[in-house]
């Protein structure tokens, strides 16, 4: 089984098209008949899936792998352990599962990036809800010390308010740009021209 495109795209760091190279790969495989479970990355294909927001996929992955294999390696059951928090909505429980294994070299890095990502996730989102919040939940939502949460927010923009422990969430200007091109302007001016004489 040539799992060499897969290698290649953790290599490159091309983690946003890993799980579509894997569920491609992994249909090349089971197609020709010669599918091996016990060789398939099955840890990497589920992270992968995780990392680009696909938690249903992740879902059946984990579904379809053989109890065996589950059986036999705790690394991809701590892989899932970050899935089912994430099913849960347990934002605390993502960064603990992510804290609580210690990963292999080859899912490190994949790992790290899926954490990076959800952190600035979970960070647009407590930027869209709300327009104060206090640190304690902040720190709840992106894995952080309250220590580390607070300058991570006032890094983005954000302020604090010592005295109550409250942060306020500045929301990023969105830069609309109108065009409006020469020949509507030049109509426009016709119309408002013919209008007044």
């Given at each position: ?46 992270l992968s899936h995780l990392y680009a927001n696909d938690l249903n996929s992740a ?10 294999i589950k059986e036999s390696r705790p690394e991809l059951v701590a892989a899932w ?21 210690d990963w292999s070299p080859e899912v490190a890095g994949l790992v790290a990036a ?84």
């Amino acid at each position: 089984m040539d799992l060499s495109q897969i290698h290649d795209a953790i290599a490159s760091k091309a983690f946003a098209q890993l799980a579509d190279i894997c569920d491609e790969l992994l249909l090349q495989v089971d197609a020709r008949g010669a599918a091996s479970p016990e060789q398939w990355p099955y840890t990497i294909h589920l992270l992968s899936h995780l990392y680009a927001n696909d938690l249903n996929s992740a879902r059946f992955l984990w579904k379809s792998v053989p109890q065996a294999i589950k059986e036999s390696r705790p690394e991809l059951v701590a892989a899932w352990r970050i899935g089912q928090c994430l099913w849960n909505r347990d934002y605390a429980g993502v960064y603990g599962a992510i804290r609580g294994f210690d990963w292999s070299p080859e899912v490190a890095g994949l790992v790290a990036a899926f954490s990076e990502s959800y952190t600035k996730r979970m960070f647009q989102l407590l930027t869209s809800a709300y327009s104060t919040i206090g640190v304690v939940d902040v720190a709840h939502f992106i894995g952080m010390s309250e220590e580390d949460a607070t300058k991570y927010a006032l890094q983005q923009g954000w302020s604090l308010d010592s005295s109550s422990q409250m942060l306020t969430v500045i929301k990023p200007k969105i830069a609309t740009e109108q065009k409006l091109d020469s020949s509507k302007l030049q109509r426009l001016t016709e119309f408002v021209f013919h209008l007044e004489h």
